[in-house]
């Protein structure tokens, strides 16, 4: 029979930007993991996407792997040659995920940079209101990441979808049953919001989850504030952070959501460089212990 717990498959993100995605992908396959998001940072540099994505599924292989997601990372909403770059990545990235198997492509909103957040409604309606038309006619989905990139507010440089009264305005511009989040609880973490709520009420507008936690340094919060000189929290790796991922993932069960919970690495302030595979795999076993461990078929 096939195997209820994968309803919620444990993978990781590899880069896309010099080529090597399909390499990647090969060569850590075999380390367990059940899924993969291929992504690029601002620009696909020119390549081939229809001929990566059969590389990637080749890579692959007969292997229970599935790529859901792509990622395309920049800002769309501005005009400057690498943000026109970013913007020419999502249309190529929705015209070829059915080349990776993927059903869904997720980044960053983009925003009018240096200003209130509000200010990049308009673009953002006229940017992603076409995008969203491009993707419904290819059965794709947009998912939005929940990540400042250290903006607010009041100013910013890459994204507006970091946080529960942004998602009211985005979607109330874009009311398309096809566009959603890409979630995490650690961007909530860093700015003080508790995330695990944030699963019952937008659980329908999840559409892929990034594995990554944060820690949160609650004495020196208290004593130095969030402005001070010290450091107040870190992005960790899944295992090594404070959040209790059975909850996560008792919560998205709950919920009835299905998908993917891909691992955002090369953030955790302890398990890099030579500890980043040790780390990725450490919380890919976490988080398959979080979802309920070996599934167990009923010999009855």
């Not at 673009?123 to 209101?129: C, D, G, L, P």
């Not at 507006?160 to 109330?172: S, T, V, Y």
């Not at 998205?252 to 980043?276: C, F, M, Q, T």
């Not at 309920?292 to 078929?297: E, L, M, R, T, Y």
Request: net charge negative; aromatic share 10%.
């Amino acid at each position: 029979m096939s195997n209820p717990a994968k309803s919620i498959r444990i993978g990781t993100m590899v880069s896309g930007n010099k080529g090597d995605a399909a390499k990647r992908i090969g060569d850590i396959a075999g380390l367990g993991f059940e899924s993969f998001e291929p992504f690029f940072w601002q620009t696909t540099n020119g390549q081939n996407l229809a001929d990566l994505g059969k590389r990637c599924v080749e890579a692959i292989g007969d292997r229970d792997i599935t790529i859901s997601t792509l990622g395309m990372f920049g800002n769309p909403l501005e005009t400057a040659e690498i943000d026109l770059q970013t913007l020419q990545g999502w249309k190529d990235c929705i015209d070829n995920a059915h080349h990776f198997g993927a059903t869904c492509v997720a980044g960053f909103t983009g925003r009018i940079r240096n200003k209130p957040l509000t200010e990049s409604l308009p673009r953002y309606k006229e940017i992603w209101s076409d995008l969203a038309k491009r993707a419904a006619d290819k059965g794709v989905k947009i998912a939005f990441e929940n990540c400042a990139m250290d903006g607010n507010w009041a100013t910013g440089d890459w994204n507006i979808a970091h946080n529960p009264d942004a998602w009211e305005l985005i979607f109330n511009e874009t009311p398309d049953d096809h566009i959603g989040l890409e979630w995490e609880p650690c961007h909530q973490m860093v700015y003080l919001i508790d995330p695990l709520p944030q699963i019952r009420k937008w659980a329908k507008k999840i559409f892929h989850v990034h594995g990554k936690d944060a820690t949160i340094r609650w004495d020196v919060i208290r004593e130095h504030g969030i402005f001070g000189k010290e450091k107040f929290v870190f992005m960790r790796t899944p295992g090594f952070g404070d959040t209790n991922w059975t909850d996560v993932i008792s919560e998205l069960r709950l919920a009835g959501w299905s998908g993917s919970i891909d691992i955002e690495g090369w953030h955790d302030p302890v398990y890099r460089d030579a500890l980043e595979m040790t780390g990725q795999v450490h919380g890919l076993n976490y988080l398959k212990t979080c979802r309920g461990g070996d599934f167990v078929v009923d010999p009855v």
